[in-house]
């Protein structure tokens, strides 16, 4: 009996199984490396997929990347941070929020705002992420999102960290997003 073909066929399908490869790389290798440097950078994966901002905003006045924008202000002897990014093309009009109410320096905070908006709506500390496109909104609640702050630098107008959490839903659904891998590192008030 000729066995030729049989371990000619065998051979090429050990071959083709010996040639493949595992994509090891993650949602996370598209993100913007974790730095302290002024970067204005922002990115996180949001349920598996890497999220960064991107496309254009355009209004009566012409149109604008979409980037990290950085706020912070002083309230008595509180200082608040605020930083929106937007992420839009013909299939996205996605939004994202990270509030902190009283930031004093490097360390961790947890979210501690419990009641719907986007910013500015009530204080506390939050992330937030809305998806026009699909009419959802999602929102930490108290306890279920962390924001370390690895650097502030109120000189420089600096601040830089990494956040994670579950986002639940703010409508009549139970749905909820996981955000992890985030990070951030801007320069405020610019």
Same mark, same amino acid.
């Given at each position: 009996?000729?066995?030729? *073909?049989?371990?000619?066929?065998?051979?090429?399908?050990?071959?083709?199984?010996?040639?493949?490869?595992?994509?090891?790389?993650? *949602?996370?290798?598209?993100?913007?490396?974790?730095? #302290?440097?002024?970067?204005?950078?922002? @990115?996180?994966?949001?349920?598996?997929?890497?999220?960064? *901002?991107?496309?254009? &905003?355009?209004? $009566?006045?012409?149109?604008?990347?979409?980037? %990290?924008?950085?706020?912070?202000? +002083?309230?008595? &002897? &509180?200082?608040?941070?605020?930083? !929106?990014?937007?992420?839009?093309?013909?299939?996205?009009?996605? /939004?994202?929020?990270?509030? $902190?109410? /009283?930031? #004093?320096?490097?360390?961790?905070?947890?979210? !501690?705002? @419990?009641?719907?908006?986007?910013? @500015? #709506?009530?204080?506390?500390?939050?992330?937030?992420?809305?998806?026009?496109?699909?009419?959802?909104?999602?929102?930490?609640? *108290?306890?279920?999102?962390? $924001?370390?702050?690895?650097?502030?630098?109120?000189?420089?107008? +600096?601040?830089?960290?990494?956040?994670?959490?579950?986002? /639940?839903?703010?409508?009549?659904?139970?749905?909820? %997003?996981? $955000?992890?891998?985030? &990070?951030?590192? %801007?320069?405020?008030?610019?």
């Amino acid at each position: 009996m000729n066995y030729l *073909p049989l371990l000619t066929s065998l051979l090429a399908a050990l071959t083709a199984l010996a040639g493949c490869e595992k994509n090891t790389v993650g *949602p996370e290798a598209s993100l913007p490396p974790a730095t #302290a440097t002024g970067a204005e950078t922002l @990115g996180f994966v949001l349920d598996g997929a890497a999220w960064t *901002p991107a496309g254009q &905003r355009c209004g $009566i006045y012409g149109c604008a990347d979409n980037r %990290v924008e950085a706020s912070s202000h +002083l309230s008595g &002897r &509180r200082r608040f941070l605020l930083l !929106t990014a937007a992420r839009t093309d013909g299939r996205r009009n996605e /939004s994202f929020v990270l509030q $902190i109410d /009283s930031l #004093a320096g490097p360390g961790v905070y947890r979210a !501690t705002a @419990g009641g719907p908006g986007a910013t @500015g #709506a009530e204080a506390g500390t939050k992330l937030y992420y809305t998806d026009s496109r699909r009419g959802m909104q999602y929102q930490s609640r *108290p306890g279920t999102a962390t $924001i370390t702050v690895t650097a502030v630098d109120t000189v420089r107008n +600096l601040v830089a960290g990494t956040f994670e959490g579950k986002l /639940s839903s703010l409508g009549a659904d139970e749905s909820a %997003v996981q $955000i992890s891998a985030g &990070r951030f590192d %801007v320069f405020y008030n610019r």
